[in-house]
Nanobody, 126 residues
Framework: QVHLVESGGGLVQAGDSLRLSCTASGRTISRHAMGWFRQAPGKEREFVAGISWSGSDTYYTNSVKGRFTISRDNAKNTMYLQMNSLEPEDTADYYC???????????????????WGQGTQVAVSS
């Protein structure tokens, strides 16, 4: 079983930066693709960014391209989301997730991810 814990959320102003971390325990996630999702109040959970198990391939939703960077350190069993130029529209609970099958690709569909963290809140004021 994989246990994921997010950290790094907070309240910031528009234009500021935050770095979210997602640390796995229980067993290694070094062979599992991972992703970041977010859910704003009253909205459905949406894909933000994904990364392959090796870290060589990354994917972003259009609204965060050029502002967010996903990365991972498999030696530390940790994934990151560097968020720059934050906008009020980025306000949401952010969740990290891992694919259940080793070497499966990162995908945008949340139902394809087997493991989820509890979420960390990001609030961006204008």
């Amino acid at each position: 079983q994989v246990h994921l814990v997010e950290s790094g959320g907070g309240l910031v102003q528009a234009g500021d930066s935050l770095r979210l971390s997602c640390t796995a325990s229980g067993r290694t996630i070094s062979r599992h693709a991972m992703g970041w999702f977010r859910q704003a109040p009253g909205k459905e959970r949406e894909f933000v960014a994904g990364i392959s198990w090796s870290g060589s391939d990354t994917y972003y939703t259009n609204s965060v391209k050029g502002r967010f960077t996903i990365s991972r350190d498999n030696a530390k069993n940790t994934m990151y989301l560097q968020m720059n130029s934050l906008e009020p529209e980025d306000t949401a609970d952010y969740y990290c997730a891992a694919r259940g099958r080793q070497y499966a690709p990162a995908v945008v569909l949340s139902r394809e991810y087997a493991y989820w963290g509890q979420g960390t809140q990001v609030a961006v004021s204008s």
